[in-house]
């Protein structure tokens, strides 16, 4: 095959060093996947990272009448995260609302993971164990809620809970109670709700983890244990806690930030910090007071995120 | 395009021109405390028909010099010519040198007439002139009937085949190939050796093949190239590496052998002479460029097929006692321990009518034939 | 599978199957419960009353429905279409090479939507909006098209990237040396057997667009409703069958395309 003219002559006088020829190359070719990965940086910088950086400055403004912010420094924003002035006697004190959003956030994200370990530790192990093809079939079954829309879901406890549902209709129906119960509306029901749509992220990381188990271990291990309890708390539990801590953090990180779930099962009186963060661009008019709250949402997010970092690198190194 | 050329027999004239040229070529891979020297300022010439083999262990920089001839990579220094030219800054797509990978490689979602066809189709040549090319691959590498069968339904002979067939389509300048063999079993392997020789003599194409198989080297190649840690130890005729091996890794590498420490002595009747270990002298070659060796003690090889078992140790060279034989059918091996030291093996051809006589626990003498004896650089 | 040493299979344990059950029936009882209070022949929600396709055709009329399945529709496939598009770019761009400088940071980037919470990125891009309304006046739909682009780009990305980590890159160099250049190698290699995963991609970018509540109901303007937040505003006022019947639509198709992305995700090159 005959090279192109102009090919011949150019390597002809080639004066490059064959470090200049190599280092050209691989600068052309870092220079193609930059260039490739701009479409999406530039989407995602612009309708979804970079906003996040105007909310850090919304928070520092001060409310307008009308919504929207006046451009002027403020930190009542910040301030009036835990904070505000009695109206009456011009004191701070604690903003109890708030608190009690805060810590319901808190309690209910942490018990949803509690519940969600404690249930979807046996289903992961369900699952891991059944034969060959059947898996596959048990993993889609598991996998298909969490594909349907959250609302969808959400709703479908609704339909579950409500005064004259299918729960409350049965349980008069078998006599066990006269009247019926009020489930929704309750921290009970957001908790049910959210340990309900966010089981399949928690069976998910487990099962991946049960998987990898080698399962000749497991029996060594129950010549030295009496029974299957002892066996399964001393030596696979250990082993699948990558797996219940992937999990984890799956879970807690959207319930704490979880706006759907709290707003159709808690109604208008139980709020989370989602909704809470909602009201202020909404009814209460005060965006720096939502940016605020959505600043600290993402710092609290950002510190369980570390940690678990932090964890599984250390798992990481202890293994090594 | 360049035709296959075509004589009396169909091989080709060989012409004395330097196909591709590696000079002074090093690559280094990594920084720092990580940093592996893959080739060390390696320079071979490689002629244009020949079939030229990289022969070699795992890691020693064979199949590195094959992907920088490809194009895959760039060395650190140096530069790689074809026909004169320098060609390390073009893309492989630029270069007419055809690869036959160690995987094979086959586009799976081809059929293997498509994958065949690739490349001219790649080179923009008319269908026509494709169709009638990819006719003439699947006649030269035998597998007309299997033309439109898609590449996951065929063996792994055939699949080599289809490689094989894929990359000298296009006719290019060069044919590289990296252990294409290696996964093939025994009997394929040998068919597979006797066809790529004859493929390469019937289109007249250079051939750079890479192995760590030395048995196949030496079956297949015009010359070798044996190679270690990146360096390029000797170059030449299977014949001559494997009666001259200039260094103890090629000696090792290639074939059994015997290794002696031996006295240089003064040039006598045109031979450098040694002294071996039990005194006697013997005539020795040196390699090329060991010079001022007189007075030094270096190490030589012999062969085991070189040496003879006589039965008095006064007769031999050197002398020792027989500790084993092992019978092979065409010959058979003897284990010498030897007065002054070491092992030896014999090796002897059992001609029809000939006992050996000889039993465990006799003390013999090992002579050695003509030009048997061999120095090394190191 | 089953140790024989000591006669019993030592991958059960007491009472797991019975909760794994237990939870399975619980997952699919609310869904199972809404599909058929959807068929419910009755007036109202309390009773099971015969079979019935009422409350469909009175979706199918309702005009804000159908409008706002539309609204749906149109942007899930402008939101699968781009981030489709620009999550392959990516993923040609990030994998099997090795790691150059700010790789981490551009993995950072496209899996941003993935580590902040919705409520805090649909705040983010009100307000972000917000000001470009005040400057353009434009009130259009174009911020959902964007807004969904962007968080549908990580979904799409990761299955079109685990498809080409498990594609061998022999092929690519076979192809670079029977003389194709880049874009002849990857139109006719990479991109025919990349395929499936781009579909993958793009099958999961267009439910998680459907599906999207939060950011969407932060962003959009009044008028602008998708079937979710039409279903949201229903909620808060009255719960008729009507709603079971959007929901068991919307349950129905979700499964569809989730089936077809385990089954794209199955095949092997």
Known sequence: MAMAGTERASLAASEHSAAEIAAEAERRDIRKRWLLSAPALVIIMVAASGPLLIVLIYSFLTPGDYGNVVWRFNTEGWVGVVLQKDIFSDQWQWVDAHLSIFWRSIKLSFLTTLATVVVGVPTAFFIATRPGRWRDVWLFLITIPFWTNLLIRTYAILDLLRTDGLVNTTLIKLGIIGKPLQLMFTDFAIGFGMTYVYLPLMVLPIYASIEKLDFRLVEAGY???????????????????????????????????????????????????????ELQFGQGRNWPLGSALSITLMVIVTIALLYYVRVTSKERRGRD | MRATNGGADGAVARRAETAVEAVGVTKEFGQGEERVVALDNVSIAIQENEFFTLLGPSGCGKTTLLRLIAGFDHPTEGRILLHGQDISALPPFKRPVNTVFQNYALFPHMTVAGNIAFGLEMLGKPRAEIDARVDEMLRLVRMGELKNRETSQ????????????????????????????SALDLKLRKEMQIELKRLQHQTGITFVFVTHDQEEAL???????????????????????????????????????????????????????????????????????????????????????????????????????????????????????????????????????????????????????????????? | MISPAHGFNIRRIPGFATVAMAVFVILYAPIITLVVYSFNAADSMANLNGFSFRWYVAAWHDDAVIAAALRSLTIASFATLVSTIAATMAALATTRCAPFRGITLIYAIINQPLMVPEVVTAVALLIFFAIIKVWTGYTGLAYLFAAHAAFCIPFAY??????????????????????????????????????????????????????????????KSAGQDTLPTFMLGQLRRMITPEVDAIATALLLSGILFVTIFFLLNRKRA
């Open chain 1, 223 to 277: 010549d030295l244990y009496a029974n299957r309890w002892h066996m399964f708390w001393r030596i696979i539990l250990p082993l699948v806690k990558p797996g219940i801590i992937a999990g984890s953090i799956l879970v807690f990180i959207p319930s704490l930030g979880a706006y759907v779930t709290p707003r159709v099962l808690g109604g208008g009186k139980n709020m989370m910090l989602g909704n809470l963060i």
């Open chain 2, 154 to 181: 065929i063996s792994g002979g055939q699949q080599q085949r289809v490689a094989l067939a894929r990359a000298l389509a296009p006719s290019p300048e060069v044919l590289l190939l990296d252990e294409p063999l």
């Open chain 2, 219 to 378: 079956t297949m190649s015009d010359r070798i190239a044996v190679m270690n840690k990146g360096r390029i130890l000797q170059i030449g005729a299977p014949r001559d590496i494997y009666d001259r091996p200039a260094e103890r890794f090629v000696a090792n590498f290639i074939g059994d052998t015997n290794f002696l420490e031996a006295e240089v002595l003064p040039r006598a009747r045109g031979k450098t002479q040694v002294r071996l270990p039990s005194g006697k002298t013997v005539a020795a070659s040196l390699p090329e460029g060991m010079d001022g060796v007189e007075g030094k003690t270096v190490s030589v090889v012999v062969r085991p097929e070189h040496a003879e078992v006589a039965g008095k140790p006064a007769a031999g060279l050197i002398s020792g006692t027989l500790t084993n034989i092992v019978y092979f059918g065409t010959d058979t091996h003897y284990h010498v321990n030897l007065d002054t030291g070491g092992a030896f093996i014999v090796r002897m051809q059992n001609l029809r009518g000939s006992e050996s006589g000889f039993e465990v626990g006799d003390k013999v003498g090992i002579t050695f034939k003509q030009d048997a004896v061999q120095a090394l650089r190191d």
């Open chain 3, 158 to 219: 990761l299955p079109i990237r685990a498809r080409l980590e498990n594609m061998d890159l022999s092929l690519e160099r076979a192809a670079a040396d029977l003389y194709a250049p880049p874009w002849k190698a990857f139109r006719r290699v990479t991109l025919p057997l990349l395929w499936p995963g781009i579909l993958a991609g793009a099958m999961l970018a267009f439910v998680i667009s459907l599906d999207d509540v939060v950011i969407t109901e932060f962003v």
